[in-house]
Structures are given as C-alpha cells and as structure tokens.
C-alpha cells in the first residue's frame, strides 16, 4: 500500500545552524505535501505545506523542496532557535488527493 | 488554540468500562476525523465525517464507535478496550474531507487503557 518514510527518526541541532529532514513517497499520483509540527502536550499544527505543481516554497526561515521525479520531499529550517524543538510530521496525499498518511515524525532537538 | 478542543486530556480506564472522547470545533470546518497516535507509529487516520456522515472507517476494531451528531461535535465512544489502545487520541478538522487542505488538530487525549 501507499506510505510515507521519513529520516532521521531524531535529529540533534547546534543552535543558529540548518536542520533538514526528509521524506519520500510511493503514490506517483500524490499532489499535496504538509509539513506538521507538533509540540509537547499539543496536537500536530501545520507550518508549511507544498503542491505538486511548485519545486520549492518558502516561508521565512522554513522552507519545502519537492523532487516529483524522485518522489522525495524535505523541510529545511534555517537559523534554528530553541522553539523550533518539537516533533515534526510529513504528510502525503493518497488516492487522488482523498486523504493523506504521515510519515512515522522526527524528533528535532535544538542544543543551546 | 487551533480552534478544535478535545475533552477529557487524559483519561484512565478499565478494560470493562465504558467511556466517551468528545470534541468540538467552531471553525465551520465540514470534515473532522479521529486519528491513533502510538509510540514510534505514523498518525493513523481511524474515521472521517464529511457533513456528519461516516465516509471513511480506517479498519478499526468496533470497540471504537464514533458518532457525530452535527459539523462541530465529534464523538469517540470507548468500550472493553484492550491495553494496547493506549495511545492519543486527535480530533481534527478541516474545510473538506479532501485529503489537500489543511488539517487542524485538537490537543488530544492521553488514554490509558487498564
């Protein structure tokens, strides 16, 4: 069936330097790609998301490149501050758009 | 506050109880869903309901029960549940069942299956 693989599983990030996480996906058909954040004690909430007819999107220091080809996209946050420490969740359209399935999460530790 | 609240936070319960998860959302969303969230497991999405209608129930157990009685009101109703059901549990909504637009969760409910 369709799914979304996404790595690392953890990631640990000097403050001020780039974090990137990548996911890839089986549904050559999937054309909406979110990016979700979740928080301690929180649900996840979206940050950015991307569709199938744009390669790269950006959003002050997040951004979201999507190769179709290769069937791979990633989150690139610049800059990292300590309140970018949370769990984040790539997602992929399924089904002709009908829903979408999460990768497994990253969880991405800012050290001071 | 994203607009979509869960009650209760956490809940504790025996296998032979009965309980309920209830949310609520004024956005004026269409769709809400119950989504699984396990340790070291992806999001699973478990029911969605589109204009209070049941369109989507993701394979699960018939110890999980959902009921939506209106576009705000979600309900999860919990019997002789099994302790690997312990997990959060998300409400969420969205404009539209369709899988391209956003999603807004709840805070979820941290259930402890006993």
């Known amino acids: 069936g369709e799914n979304v693989e996404q790595h690392p599983s953890t990631l640990s990030v000097q403050e001020g330097d780039s974090a990137v996480i990548k996911c890839t996906y089986s549904?050559?058909?999937?054309?909406?790609f979110p990016w979700y954040k979740q928080e301690l004690g929180k649900g996840p909430q979206l940050i950015i998301d991307?569709?199938?007819?744009?390669g790269e999107k950006k959003d002050q220091r997040i951004a979201v490149t999507l190769n179709k080809t290769a069937k791979h996209f990633s989150l690139h946050i610049t800059e990292t501050q300590p309140e970018d420490s949370a769990v984040y969740f790539c997602?992929?359209?399924?089904?002709?758009?009908?829903?979408?399935?999460f990768g497994k999460g990253t969880r991405l530790h800012i050290l001071p | 506050e994203t607009g979509v609240t869960q009650t209760p936070r956490h809940l504790v319960m025996g296998m032979t109880n009965k309980k309920s998860l209830k949310c609520e959302q004024h956005l004026g969303h269409n769709a809400m869903y119950w989504y699984k969230q396990s340790a070291k497991k992806p999001l699973e999405l478990m029911f969605v309901y589109n204009f209070k209608e049941q369109t989507e129930n993701n394979s699960v157990p018939s110890r999980f029960s959902p009921e939506c009685p209106n576009s705000s009101h979600l309900f999860l109703h919990l019997h002789t549940l099994q302790p690997e059901d312990s997990a959060l549990y998300f409400c969420a909504s969205s404009p539209t069942s369709s899988g391209d637009t956003e999603a807004f969760f709840g805070q979820g409910t941290r259930l402890t299956v006993v």
């Open positions: 997602a992929a359209s399924i089904q002709g758009g009908d829903k979408i399935i």
């Open positions: 991307i569709r199938s007819n744009v």
């Open positions: 549904d050559s058909a999937s054309n909406y």
